[in-house]
């Protein structure tokens, strides 16, 4: 079956510019993450979306960041007046309640 | 404040030696610990993972080995292949295999021919 798709696969932007990345779960998958990966790094959290629940907000860096989704479809992670900083690649996780996070390919982001 | 720590960060093996990969942690409310398998330019790839009532978890070639008394656990590769050459990372959460994963810094794994 699909796995977890997202786009686009890569962004060149510049500083000071919003971007939106934009991630497809595996269906029925109730569970969706954001995790960002700076180069040579560990994935570090950012936030977490479970059904209705609120969502963990707690890793988001700044209010540059946020995200939305919509029902247990798609999500978009928004961070506003990029910063160079913000380089890095973002990823996607889903799951189902029964088993691990899967994840996507990822969004390769470069802040100009 | 660094709560999953990952060693060594680089690792050299002949094919068909052992690779083994450490993590230690911090906090004793994680109670589930996966291993992730990253190629250059893909997504982490779920490789095996354990929760805290078992010592250690087998699957084909890849063991977890747990230690919950010494907050430590490891991943060993039985009879390396060069196709393992890659990055691993290990990781940790508090509600099971549902809550945010914290992530160790990732070892960078090559296995010569």
């Known amino acids: 079956g699909a796995g977890v798709s997202q786009s686009p696969s890569n962004k060149v932007t510049e500083k000071g510019k919003d971007v939106e990345l934009r991630c497809d779960p595996i269906s029925g998958h109730t569970a969706l993450y954001w995790y960002r990966q700076r180069l040579g790094q560990g994935l570090e959290f950012l936030i977490y979306f479970q059904g209705n629940s609120a969502p963990d907000k707690s890793g988001l860096p700044s209010d540059r960041f946020s995200a939305e989704r919509t029902g247990e479809s798609v999500s978009t992670l928004t961070i506003q007046r990029t910063q160079q900083e913000d380089s890095a690649v973002y990823l996607c996780?889903?799951?189902?309640?029964?088993?691990?996070?899967?994840f996507g390919p990822g969004t390769r982001l470069t802040v100009l | 404040q660094q709560q999953v720590k990952q060693s060594p960060q680089s690792l050299i093996v002949q094919k068909g030696g052992i690779s083994i990969i450490n993590c230690a942690y911090e906090n004793t409310a994680f109670d589930y610990f996966p291993w992730y398998q990253q190629f250059p330019g893909k997504g982490p790839a779920l490789l095996i993972a354990?929760?805290?009532?078992?010592s250690e978890k087998k699957e084909g070639r890849f063991t977890i080995s747990f230690n919950k008394s010494a907050k430590q656990f490891s991943l060993h590769i039985m009879d390396s292949q060069p196709g393992d050459s890659a990055t691993y990372f290990c990781a940790a959460s508090k509600n099971g295999n549902t809550g945010k994963l914290i992530f160790g810094q990732g070892t960078t794994l090559q296995v010569k021919p």
């Open positions: 996780a889903s799951s189902p309640t029964s088993d691990g996070q899967y």
């Open positions: 354990i929760r805290p009532d078992v």
